[in-house]
């Protein structure tokens, strides 16, 4: 099946830096990137969705400004997280849709940031 | 609006069978997904129905009746390894997943 690689695994970073998560999908071309954010013990959160060559889409309430999203290559999706704090401290995962509309969607490693 | 619901916690004997719950209800539907998730990882697809009835893969199984809005995840033959949370999605009219909170799954010896 499809792989989506996700880096890095685990960040810790101090209150106020900015972490760069990267997602790159390997064996096929995706236009599309969902980003999600996952607390313990609950569900995943859709954050936004990055298209390539336009601007990501952001849900409710998921700050543009903070949670910077660039979709550069058809194989690479970032999601940058900005003058964090220890609240942004989650799981972050991404996940690219397979081919057709309905199949299941491909999803990265994901990314556990601690902020301290 | 837009709901998912799955039991918070489920607790099985190792050999025995399974069976995790999920209700929807969402703004159109393509589909209905099962996502097993073990703890720190990604999730990764266990099945799709889209049709009413049982597809059966192995030891999973998963059901779907649409005009129940009902759907649900059968595991036999448990093993250790399957302790894990299992999510339920729901792909509503414009494609997207609707994701449940998940049943974490405990399995004893």
Known sequence: GAVVSQHPSRVICKSGTSVKI???SLDFQATTMFWYRQFPKQSLMLMATSNEGSKATYEQG???DKFLINHASLTLSTLTVTSAHPEDSSFYIC?????????EAFFGQGTRLTVV | GQ????????????????????????SGFNGLFWYQQHAGEAPTFLSYNVLDGLEEKGR???FLSRSKGYSYLLLKELQMKDSA??????MDSNYQLIWGAGTKLIIKP
Do not use: H, W
Request: aromatic content about 8%.
């Open chain 1, 95 to 103: 996940s690219a849709p397979g081919e057709g509309k309905y199949t």
């Open chain 1, 22 to 24: 990267e997602c790159r």
């Open chain 2, 85 to 90: 949370s299992y999510l339920c999605a729901s």
């Open chain 2, 60 to 62: 999973f199984s998963s």
């Open chain 1, 62 to 64: 998921v700050e543009k």
């Open chain 2, 3 to 26: 709901n998912i619901d799955q039991p918070t916690e489920m607790t099985a004997t190792e050999g025995a069978i399974v069976q995790i719950n999920c209700t929807y209800q969402t």
